[in-house]
């Protein structure tokens, strides 16, 4: 089994924390996230971080205000 195990609820705060940081310290309004699960890392060590903690790769829309 590889990477870190979390909870929905870990998983929800990490989204609205994203939100809150896109909203609260950018001038765009966030829209949507969503995960990018056919995407390959490349480098050893973003393959490695993917392996021991579960790094995923994210796309995050996100309108200019």
Known sequence: KHGLEISAETEE???NSTKSFVENQTRFLYKQIKENPQ???LSKSAINATIEFGVKSISL???KI
């Open 13 to 15: 705060y990490f989204v």
């Open 61 to 63: 829309l996100a309108k």
């Open 39 to 41: 995407y390959e890392f």
